[in-house]
């Protein structure tokens, strides 16, 4: 059987994998947006919490029937990329940004492979 490439979704197995691109305010703020799945209907996605890029949330039930149950639906994989403003900040924007966030300047080299 040969898959046809989709421009939103890949599919593996039984489950359906996406990316969604969210602006930092919604990464901070937390969000809510429907996605449209394969048949047109709505996946409601919400966020009330920090979104941090990479974040991956399931879906349970949202992805493709099994290829031997039709009945079994697997999940719906959805990674979150954050889109940073472009340009630079002022002194009082760095400022207020550094109040608000309430961290202080932090930098750790790892090995993440």
Known sequence: MIQMRHPVFERKGDDLYTNITISLLDALNGFEMELTHLDNHKVKIERDKIT????????????????????????????????????????????????????????????GL
């Open 52 to 111: 941090w890029p990479g974040a991956r949330i399931r879906k349970k039930g949202e992805g493709m029937p099994n290829y031997e149950n039709n009945n079994a639906l697997g999940s719906l994989y959805i990674t979150f990329d954050v889109d940073f403003p472009k340009g630079n900040l002022s002194e009082e924007e760095k400022e207020a940004v550094t109040k608000v966030l309430k961290q202080s300047s932090k930098q750790t080299a790892y090995n």
